[in-house]
């Protein structure tokens, strides 16, 4: 639940950003990064920004992320809203 | 596996066999409890290293009487219950918050406490209280989203605080010393909030090495190694292999955050009973939107499960394959206790990843052998 993803931030407004999760894009509040801005990477929780980050890590990150989501067994036996699907999952605080 | 990894577990091998003696190092945190199951690291790691993991599931950690609060406010009427999609099936004494649902209570799953509260803007009418659940990664959202109802008068949003603190736990397990424990792999994404330097009263009263580390196998296996060469040579520090997101001071913003729109508590954890100083309490300004308070409830107590050895499971005393239950009075589908719940839960990882050997295996995942 602690799991935290990176995205590139491509629209700010006041203390509201959009970010971008490799291709799905969401709204998050910058009130924890103020200094965020276009072309930032950021920690994404909760729909929060939680860190900045340098690009090098987020796309390391994100090689992983996109290593367990193609590799991870099909997930039949269990809840579909929970972490697992982050980054995108509904109901996880991805 | 990279050649970048290899070399790390040849080294780990190396230091370990120097070391010669059982080492025993703790996970803290479910994120990677999943991500050393999924990655299969367990099976690189020399015989003499043994991880063990901890009470990082916000979860598996959430008191039982805290679920039974959110049962009983969300069977009110009119009150919608708004929660990450984490918690809705953990037990609490009378079902899950999944099951009040299918009976037609207004059980709402969110992945941020701003979308609770944009819920509560656009139900005026109706009571919406959000279970604040979480370590520190998550409680700065819901210190946040307190300022702006506060701000914007949404005075019908309120929070059920259950919130908790990641080094109090590490602490009280050191204090109760009944699992030897060499040292802690601190969780990253904690880590990001309160910042490396939080982990130094570990250090200093307990001399035990607290390594920082981030969730790829690279960084988990650097942690490793970090933490294993500490031991070989004696030492305790707060180390933090994890730079590039993990600062000494972490996030100064979201520290403050916390210390405007919270106190720090006593806090009961599921299965480990009160543990001094270990959870957030709104602090007096913001009373008013604490769910306790405005529906005048009071925490009842926890009923563990005779089964269920999550407590042990979750302070490194027992494996999942010790419990009676596991895979078979308890799997994913019909969870006796939150570690089986939750995708972060020991229980569950054990299930997912680790059962096929039955106890103790260690099953190397394909395409790592
Ligand atoms: S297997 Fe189930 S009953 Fe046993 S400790 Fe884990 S969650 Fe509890």
């Known amino acids: 639940m602690c799991l935290a993803v990176p995205g590139k931030v491509i629209e700010c407004r006041g203390d509201e950003a959009v970010v971008d999760l490799q291709g799905s894009t969401l709204r998050v509040s910058r009130v924890l990064t103020p200094e965020a801005d276009v072309g930032s990477w950021v920690l994404v929780h909760a729909g929060f920004a939680i860190a900045q980050l340098d690009e090098r890590e987020a796309l390391e990150t994100w090689d992983y992320l996109r290593q367990i989501l193609a590799t991870e067994p099909a997930d039949s036996e269990r809840e579909t809203q929970t972490t697992d699907q982050a980054p995108r999952g509904e109901g996880s605080p991805a | 596996?990279?050649?970048?990894?290899?070399?790390?577990?040849?080294?780990?091998?190396?230091?370990?066999?120097?070391?010669?003696?059982?080492?025993?190092?703790?996970?803290?945190?479910?994120?990677?409890?999943?991500?050393?199951?999924?990655?299969?690291?367990?099976?690189?790691?020399?015989?003499?290293?043994?991880?063990?993991?901890?009470?990082?599931?916000?979860?598996?950690?959430t008191a039982q009487r805290h679920i039974d609060a959110a049962l009983e406010l969300a069977g009110r009427p009119g009150v919608i219950l708004a929660t990450y999609g984490d918690m809705l099936r953990v037990p609490g004494r009378s079902g899950s918050l999944e099951r009040l649902r299918a009976t037609g209570a207004q059980v709402q799953v969110v992945n941020s406490a701003r979308t609770a509260l944009d819920l509560a803007r656009a139900n005026p009418q109706s009571p919406v209280v959000f279970l604040g659940v979480g370590f520190e990664t998550t409680a700065p959202a819901t210190a946040a989203t307190v300022l702006e109802a506060d701000r914007d008068g949404v005075e019908?949003?309120?929070?059920?605080?259950?919130?908790?603190l990641v080094v109090p736990a590490m602490q009280a397990l050191l204090d109760a010393g009944d699992v030897p424990l060499d040292g802690f792999l601190a969780p990253g994404h904690v880590s990001v909030i309160i910042g490396a330097q939080a982990y130094q009263p570990i250090v200093a009263k307990h001399r035990r090495p607290v390594v920082v580390a981030g969730f790829e196998p690279e960084q988990i296996m650097r942690g490793l190694l970090a933490l294993v060469r500490q031991v070989a040579e004696g030492r305790a520090a707060v180390e933090n292999v994890y730079p590039g997101v993990v600062t000494a001071d972490g996030n100064r913003v979201a520290l403050e955050l916390l210390r405007r729109v919270f106190v720090v508590a006593d806090a009961p954890w599921r299965e480990l009973g009160v543990i001094p100083q270990s959870g957030l309490e709104l602090a007096a300004v913001y009373r008013r939107f604490d769910a306790l308070q405005r529906f005048e409830l009071a925490l009842g107590e926890d009923e563990g499960h005779p089964l269920c050895r999550c407590g042990e499971v979750i302070t490194g005393k027992a494996e999942p394959s010790e419990c009676p239950a596991f895979a078979t009075a308890c799997d994913p589908l019909n969870p006796i206790g939150p570690c089986m719940v939750s995708s972060e839960g020991t229980c569950a990882a054990w299930y997912k990843y680790n059962r096929v050997q039955g106890p103790g295996a260690q099953r190397v995942p394909e395409g790592q052998r």
């Open chain 2, 1 to 61: 596996m990279t050649d970048r990894v290899a070399q790390l577990v040849d080294e780990l091998h190396g230091l370990c066999r120097d070391v010669g003696r059982r080492i025993q190092v703790m996970e803290v945190c479910g994120t990677h409890t999943v991500a050393i199951f999924r990655t299969g690291i367990r099976s690189l790691l020399p015989a003499n290293l043994r991880l063990v993991s901890g009470p990082g599931c916000p979860v598996c950690v």
């Open chain 2, 156 to 164: 019908n949003f309120s929070v059920l605080m259950c919130h908790k």
